[in-house]
């Protein structure tokens, strides 16, 4: 029995290479920040865009908040209808997972 996935990227594959990216990325500007641009870091942040990956591409989307006088930061990734939000307060994180459909075009 043939998968319709067959041959293309898995959504687990997709997550680790934008997951690969970031921290290479982070790791590059892990310099100390002025407070100006600690500042610009407040708040919520959002990223729309197409990967592309062989011959296949799928919608992203990537969204960082940041609220550090009350100790919170959330992230939210999702690739298609694949959801991963991970959020941390001061009392506690919580993590969440979700898959309904994912599709490569």
């Known amino acids: 029995m043939s998968s319709c996935f067959e041959g293309q990227p898995s959504a687990t594959s997709l997550l680790e290479a934008v997951q690969a990216t970031q921290t290479s990325t982070l790791s590059q500007h892990h310099h100390s920040l002025t407070n100006t641009q600690a ?3 407040l708040g919520a942040h959002d990223l729309n865009t197409r990967l592309r990956v062989g011959n296949s591409s799928v919608n992203m989307y990537f969204r960082h908040e940041f609220k550090l ?4 930061i959330r992230h939210e990734f999702a690739v298609d ?3 991963v939000r991970h959020e ?3 009392t506690h994180l919580w993590l969440s997972m979700s898959l309904q459909k994912l599709s490569f075009h």
């Open 39 to 41: 500042n610009n870091l």
């Open 88 to 90: 941390f307060t001061k």
């Open 69 to 72: 006088n009350l100790l919170f």
């Open 81 to 83: 209808s694949l959801v």
